[in-house]
């Protein structure tokens, strides 16, 4: 069954910037949320949003790639690509090996059709070029053209996982946009929501003075005049 | 004399994509043909294919360095410059050493009007923003700005050389795309030619069903009955 | 009080490319000018030219930090945020850390109204899009988005710096393109600007002859025959 | 339970060198069993032989750190420590992350008085000096003072990892030297065992002709005569 | 003037660990003291315990070298040199790089008939046998024998460092044994060495009753009745 | 036909250290001479000096290994090993890729049994523990255990070649000691021998005074009076 987020946090979230999420979890004592080294490969696509579908995986043991060729054993690269539902986000630990790709253009294409919200490996994809006609965001450490078992071999889905360096636990709500991508813990998705929106548009207030002229000084971070200026205007 | 690629080779490797070629090549049990690191400059620039003149260096040493500067020994880059033909792919090894410049504009310019096929280098190359105005297909590792004598010297053109972590010789095959580069052994060019097309194609019709809402489990990778599906629509 | 660059100086070294100004150093003797690893963030943005103004920094420690946002110490980034001066380049020693963001942009949107030249830091900024849109000239090695203080302490402004491995001192002139960032001691801005616009009008008119086909080994590096031909047009 | 391995296996291992078992492997389709830049922590440590009792990590995350030092949370680290058996060897993922440190002195001590084999760990210990004094082999990739919960989270033992780059199940057979650390899949230690043992003597036998003058060319690899000449000593 | 540390602190620090040090400050709130990548050379050497002098540095430029081989600048090196006063620790900023020696073993052997305390770098040094015979505490990160203007130009002395990714003060006690090297803020070096020597004797406590086989579950860490039974000890 | 060094020159080179030739040939203009991350596996070993004996490697491809296993192929490791000359240093180019071995103690043997001076390579060995006990100097950047071929194909011997970042061509003078290794071009091997041995015994004079009390400023670098007290020293 997937993960699920609410409607009205998944609206509020996709209106957030990453360097937003990533402050506001900074200010409420978490250090660690922004995925090192992983990038957007498509930047026209949209805000990405949802929760974490993980995948554990380890370096391949020829006698383990033989059985999978050989259908020995279960795939659960096949099944995680079968069973990752609408809304929600694909995050694979590949342990920063690009030589090998997760996925391409295919898988991209069927996510895209079932209304998966993204996908991210700190690993490897191919045909960077099609997936970027695609739409759907996906976010990779490099390209690479071969099949991903040649180097790694899933161990599990749904248990918690690194992903760029970050602590991933089923279930946790991935953000990402032109930035890159963070990880907010599922119990403080909501809480992150209304702060991070709050500062969003604080910040599009200071920003918008900044531009007129205003001086950084006290208007970016904003002073206490800067933030009253701010809340009377959107109370009014 | 350049090397050759026969025109019909050529024409189906260029319909192909990197991805199609390297996991062609995998299947044929040859692992390491994807160029490591290397990455296109000018995203525009048309599918580069073309048969490898190679340029091999090693670290400098000032001796050799003022030996060229004065003329005393043959400059190996004038010559590769000079003498690299039309549909060449001229690859240089630099050992990822990119604090300098392989080659710039000028030099891109002039294989352009020669009807050079394209140039990679495992080290830098400068004029990056000029380079992609001129539609030449120039692949590398980073932008650097010396004269390639501040920290390279040629030892010898068209002998085996690594580029990227890959075995190149003389003549084999280089296929460059969005995704980066792969080197095709001569030997193989036709055989691989016509199973990566094969592949494109079977690839293109599995990705058309995908859009239509195909289930991933049995269009990708296809299962016998999307292949039969396939083939029975290529034949008819 | 803004390090000053005469404006002159200042218009014909913007219209100089970066490789041509490292080349112009290079023959004069100095070698490690380019600086590594800082890449543009806003490759519309036009070319950046000015004096730096410098920004020295030290990994934290946690008494330094509760200092600042205790209001005990001065903040020397609000400091620096404030002073840098129209045509100036605010560039940072952040010794490759690219976890955290020096200023994202806020910060960039107030120094184009100030009329800054451009930003420099061989570590993270946030808000990567946003600053693309903005028009203002910012390299950088990474996206970050944690605050400045989770990782880095300034110490002093104005002081000698290292930035992308290259010796930066206050007031050196800055210069960067789509290639990147080269830095010019100040004694030398108005030699190499002369050297560095003469070698761009002789490579542009080296450049309109290999498009008309004219061999390169004759053609660029343009020997005698060449540069005669270039004179003789221009002083025509 | 502790994972058991056949003490005949068991003593016909420790008479083996690591690269006798990395070779037959090698000869027997396994190409990646020699974990990279896991180093031997104390030189004059008996040969390591033994079944992995492993430990998966994943980064930190400061909600589970506070769990833990309240008591909220079970620690792992805690019952992987008592739990190791005798013979066993204690395997944890890292991840090469060496600012933390799995373990110390301490830890060791009470393993070496328990008769536990060995300790592997593709991250950082600590009292280095120390850990030479006390007789246990200890294969780590740095030196570090931090408590462990500073950088990793323990999230399962007895499961699959990867370490060092290695593939690693539960029970695989461990052998350590100066050289360095192998993981022999369990299946196939018993066989593993008898060749590289053969090699071991072949080898041995070769090392004393070549002392003796022989020529390398006939002597190693040795030809078939060699070999004969082996195997009739061996059998006399 | 050198900088002065208590003879009673020291004495203290003497008798403790680097880890023990680490660990303390770590309770107290310190997570980042422990410099990274720098290596004992003379394992030998005693433990290492003294207040910061400290030397800053920035990439060399040519004008730079040849002012200071001209004898027209000042060098800092010689004068550090002479000014490193007995019991101080010299520590240099050298970026990582270690292509160039800040020192080999004529100024370690002068140092060591001076009474410094020890020389911390994290660059290279040369004449690494000869500095083991020594006796003098020596870290760094590895070997060189170009001069140090070949790369680095020294640009104040006793000025805020970062060493091995470390905030250091001029006067912050550096303590080093065959873990490493680690920086305790001065005005914390009393309270740290308190409670770092509790430690060392607790774990000497804790150690020698795991050698005699108590269960490590309840003996270290220590639970309450192990610290008591410490207590009494210690207090009889 | 082995490369020749002149017995005298031989002899005085091994009077001398690393640092001493590496800080000659600086001051005879070159810079790049110390090949980077080559260690000393044998620290006991005496001081290595010879001419190169140089191999050429390159990534290997699957039907290159398939040729020299089946024997279509010439195997230059075997050549290589059987001519490499009493004297002289084998130096290997393995792009430091430390996955594979290029040799291990049974080469060494061989090596010692026959007088070659020594084994260098940019790459992995096995056997570190048993090459220990040889006496033969080899210098490598790790440790490895799979046979070479796994890795890296040999395409030349005696070529030009770089190993380490450093040029080395054939007969160039190798000198290695527990710093590690230079080269020394062979056209300037008696000049750099009678400069070093001065410049050792120079160093020897100046650190007896350090050691007697001499302060640092006017001994080393030694200043007019020093240097003509050691001649007078040297000419009584």
Request: proline share 7%; hydrophobic share 45%; net charge negative.
């Amino acid at each position: 069954m997937p993960h699920h987020l609410a409607d009205e946090i998944r609206t509020r979230l996709t209106a957030c910037s990453v360097p937003s999420v990533v402050s506001t979890l900074f200010r409420m004592g978490y250090q660690n949320v922004f995925l090192r080294g992983v990038k957007p490969l498509a930047p026209g696509a949209p805000v990405m949003v949802g929760p974490a579908m993980t995948m554990r995986t380890i370096p391949i043991r020829e006698d383990m790639r033989a059985a999978l060729s050989e259908g020995k054993a279960e795939s659960l690269q096949k099944r995680a690509f079968e069973e990752t539902g609408p809304g929600e986000v694909l995050v694979c630990e590949a342990a920063g090996v690009t030589e090998t790709a997760l996925l391409g253009d295919m898988v991209t294409t069927a996510f895209k059709v079932r209304g998966v919200a993204g996908i991210v490996v700190d690993g490897g994809v191919n045909d960077r070029a099609a997936i970027e006609g695609i739409g759907l965001p996906v976010y990779a450490m490099g390209d690479a053209s071969l099949p991903f078992t040649s180097h790694r071999h899933i161990t599990a889905l749904n248990a918690p996982i690194g992903c760029g360096g970050v602590a991933i636990f089923p279930g946790d709500v991935l953000i990402g946009d032109g930035n890159g991508v963070a990880a907010i813990p599922l119990s403080l998705a909501d809480e992150v929501a209304d702060k991070a929106l709050y500062r969003e548009r604080l910040e599009a207030y200071c920003a918008e003075r900044l531009r007129q002229g205003a001086p950084i000084g006290t208007t970016y971070p904003p002073d206490a005049a800067t933030i009253a200026a701010f809340e009377a205007q959107r109370g009014g």
